[in-house]
T-cell receptor, first 111, second 113 residues
């Protein structure tokens, strides 16, 4: 079983749509959780950290369910500039901050 | 805003040659990392470095790989004898502390012919 699993997509949505991405992780001892965004041939950039209480940053909302080992990202009012690959990332417990990446979910927002 | 920088942006080399990839982490950061991403695949951890020594490495990081922080600002990844399968994008990252956010550099695209 992969450590971090995501639906690869692509998700093709019109501008203004709401889209949700899901991710599951296998190591129950994982401590920190993130969504990164990666544009084509560029570096991963932190979008937001994910907390058990859920957190929101503008149009983006992230949720963590530790019992189900499930992480989600909701994007409201999608913009063309949201088109990218969204990476679910987990920090391995007990290590020196080794990040485990999912393969990513591709989002394409069209006019 | 401070950022991680990497040089070169692209490197083409012949199989069996040595390459050195260079990174300048964010200046007050203490934890340094190398990751790689083979085209079309996920980002994979290679090695973490703290207090002038390797703190963790993956199975990918075999004897052909080494890291160094030669002068207190640069952080390098050396591949001694490159193989075709080393062709990938190599990302350097740095973080201020354990469990702190990691910031990634723009990457070096390595092509081994």
């Amino acid at each position: 079983r992969k450590e971090v699993e995501q639906d690869p997509g692509p998700f093709n949505v019109p501008e203004g749509a709401t889209v949700a991405f899901n991710c599951t992780y296998s190591n129950s001892a994982s401590q920190s959780f993130f969504w990164y965004r990666q544009d084509c041939r560029k570096e991963p950039k932190l979008l937001m950290s994910v907390y058990s209480s859920g957190n929101e940053d503008g149009r983006f909302t992230a949720q963590l369910n530790r019992a189900s080992q499930y992480i989600s990202l909701l994007i409201r009012d999608s913009k063309l500039s949201d088109s990218a690959t969204y990476l679910c990332v987990v920090n391995r417990a007990g290590g020196y901050n080794k990040l485990i990446f999912g393969a990513g979910t591709r989002l394409a927002v069209h006019p | 805003e401070p950022e991680v920088t990497q040089t070169p942006s692209h490197q083409v080399t012949q199989m069996g040659q040595e390459v050195i990839l260079r990174c300048v982490p964010i200046s007050n950061h203490l934890y340094f990392y190398w990751y790689r991403q083979i085209l079309g695949q996920k980002v994979e951890f290679l090695v973490s470095f703290y207090n002038n020594e390797i703190s963790e490495k993956s199975e990918i990081f075999d004897d052909q790989f080494s890291v160094e922080r030669p002068d207190g600002s640069n952080f390098t990844l050396k591949i001694r004898s490159t193989k075709l399968e080393d062709s990938a994008m190599y990302f350097c990252a740095s973080g201020a502390g354990l469990q702190e956010t990691q910031y990634f550099g723009p990457g070096t695209r390595l092509l081994v012919l």
